[in-house]
């Protein structure tokens, strides 16, 4: 009976086609802005994620994430450094500048102070160049989604110089680094370099990266530091969370994204729910048969049940398909460099499908399942 409930949906290929399309783009829809926003909200953690070697980032108390935060008085670096546990702890800066390119061109731009001595702070990988040439005079080392929006013609900007502040920056690396949320362009350079880059207030100070000993914990330290130091300590993991909820909580990219997931699945039960009724209507004798030759209700539900796992099943894939085949077509774009579908959106789609399959089933079966037998001989 299987077979025969196959035969039936694939015999008309129009509503057979149309199912698949309307599983399909619901899924690649539901699947494809889930992976955005995912991807999207975790480059509020993007500072974190470029510096994977401090298990502890120490701040001021009203700071809240890499790119909102409050600078210190430099002697927090030696009270965090007097805190046992602490196997070391540098100095870290952040703050915002205006560059002018050789072109004269004016851009933001973001300037990260890296410890001087142990470069801590910088990215783990090189696009070209290597971390050294920061011990050459005014260097800074260019993140490469700055190159693309700094040097839009395509040329090296390796020797570039920059004017940074009224003072000269020369750009003698590019750093692989996680984007940030803005994508703006990010200079790293020394942190006593990036004090005379960014002028400002009497306390430069923006965090502390902390490494703990062999013998504590993250967690452990971060409380230490807290009680002993008063100044807010959080480990890698949590201040990376607190970037992500940041983004969530104070902008309308939860919203929008939602509303768009939303559309996605009530676009799909209206064109399934639509092409399943019309199919289930004109196939309303073929049933109408076999419950005259003894078919069973139960039999009935079951080819039912078979017909829309073919559809789903075949929409699904297509769907999922779509959507790593968008973030590959799209991967050279600087926007989307990182970007990777988490394996618990698949199942999310896979959950709203099954949904989708199961509320247009029940309701197209109800006219089958309410038919005489007799009234096919009428």
Same mark, same amino acid.
């Given at each position: 009976?299987?077979?025969?409930?196959?035969?039936?949906?694939?015999?008309?290929?129009? %509503?057979?086609?149309?199912?698949?399309?309307?599983?399909?783009?619901?899924?690649?829809?539901?699947?494809?802005?889930?992976?955005?926003?995912? &991807?999207?909200?975790?480059?509020?953690?993007?500072?974190?994620?470029?510096?994977?070697?401090?298990?502890?980032?120490?701040?001021?108390?009203?700071?809240?994430?890499?790119?909102?935060?409050? +600078?210190?008085?430099?002697?927090?670096?030696?009270?965090?450094?007097?805190?046992?546990?602490?196997?070391?702890?540098?100095?870290?800066?952040?703050?915002?500048?205006?560059?002018?390119? =050789? $072109?004269?061109?004016?851009?933001?731009?973001?300037?990260?102070?890296?410890?001087?001595?142990?470069?801590?702070?910088?990215?783990?990988?090189?696009?070209?160049?290597?971390?050294?040439?920061?011990?050459?005079?005014?260097?800074?080392?260019?993140?490469?989604?700055?190159?693309?929006? /700094?040097?839009?013609?395509?040329?090296? +900007?390796?020797?570039?110089?920059?004017?940074?502040? $009224?003072?000269?920056?020369?750009?003698?690396?590019?750093?692989?680094?996680? +984007?940030?949320?803005? @994508?703006?362009?990010?200079?790293?350079? %020394?942190? @006593?370099?990036? /004090?005379?880059?960014?002028?400002?207030?009497?306390?430069?100070?923006?965090?502390?990266?902390?490494?703990?000993?062999?013998?504590?914990?993250?967690?452990?330290?971060?409380?230490?530091?807290?009680?002993?130091?008063?100044?807010?300590?959080?480990?890698?993991?949590?201040?990376?969370?607190?970037?992500?909820?940041?983004?969530?909580?104070?902008?309308?990219?939860?919203?929008?994204?939602?509303?768009?997931? =939303?559309?996605?699945?009530?676009?799909?039960?209206?064109?399934?729910?639509?092409?399943?009724?019309?199919?289930?209507?004109?196939?309303?004798?073929?049933?109408?048969?076999?419950?005259?030759?003894?078919?069973? &209700?139960? %039999?009935?539900?079951?080819?039912?049940?078979?017909?829309?796992?073919?559809?789903?099943?075949?929409?699904?894939?297509?769907?999922?398909?779509?959507?790593?085949?968008?973030?590959?077509?799209?991967?050279?774009?600087?926007?989307? %460099?990182?970007?990777?579908?988490?394996?618990?959106?698949?199942?999310?789609?896979?959950?709203?499908?099954?949904?989708?399959?199961? /509320?247009?089933?029940?309701?197209?079966?109800?006219?089958?399942?309410?038919?005489?037998?007799?009234?096919?001989?009428?």
């Amino acid at each position: 009976m299987i077979w025969i409930a196959i035969r039936m949906l694939t015999g008309d290929r129009q %509503k057979y086609y149309g199912l698949i399309f309307g599983i399909a783009f619901s899924t690649l829809l539901i699947t494809q802005q889930l992976t955005i926003f995912v &991807n999207l909200v975790e480059r509020g953690a993007s500072g974190t994620y470029n510096v994977p070697n401090a298990d502890v980032w120490v701040m001021d108390g009203v700071s809240r994430t890499t790119d909102v935060n409050y +600078p210190m008085p430099s002697t927090a670096l030696d009270r965090v450094r007097s805190v046992p546990g602490v196997e070391w702890a540098v100095p870290h800066l952040r703050a915002s500048a205006s560059v002018r390119s =050789g $072109d004269g061109d004016l851009e933001g731009v973001s300037i990260i102070g890296v410890d001087d001595a142990t470069l801590i702070g910088l990215p783990r990988n090189m696009v070209e160049g290597s971390a050294d040439v920061l011990s050459q005079p005014d260097s800074v080392i260019i993140d490469d989604v700055g190159v693309t929006r /700094l040097f839009e013609d395509g040329r090296s +900007p390796i020797g570039e110089r920059l004017e940074l502040n $009224d003072q000269r920056a020369v750009i003698r690396g590019i750093a692989d680094a996680v +984007p940030g949320f803005t @994508s703006q362009v990010t200079l790293y350079t %020394k942190y @006593s370099q990036a /004090l005379r880059y960014v002028p400002g207030t009497r306390n430069r100070l923006s965090f502390v990266l902390v490494g703990a000993a062999d013998n504590v914990s993250a967690d452990e330290l971060a409380r230490r530091i807290h009680e002993q130091t008063g100044l807010r300590a959080r480990t890698r993991d949590q201040f990376a969370r607190d970037g992500i909820e940041f983004i969530v909580r104070n902008t309308g990219i939860p919203l929008n994204f939602g509303i768009t997931v =939303g559309l996605g699945f009530i676009v799909g039960v209206a064109i399934v729910g639509l092409t399943f009724s019309l199919f289930i209507r004109d196939n309303i004798k073929q049933f109408g048969a076999l419950k005259a030759i003894g078919v069973t &209700n139960a %039999k009935i539900r079951a080819m039912v049940s078979a017909q829309a796992g073919l559809v789903g099943f075949t929409g699904y894939g297509l769907g999922v398909i779509g959507t790593m085949l968008f973030i590959w077509g799209f991967s050279a774009n600087p926007f989307f %460099k990182g970007f990777y579908i988490p394996w618990q959106i698949p199942l999310v789609s896979l959950a709203a499908v099954m949904l989708i399959l199961a /509320l247009t089933g029940w309701l197209a079966l109800r006219n089958v399942l309410k038919t005489e037998p007799a009234s096919v001989f009428r």
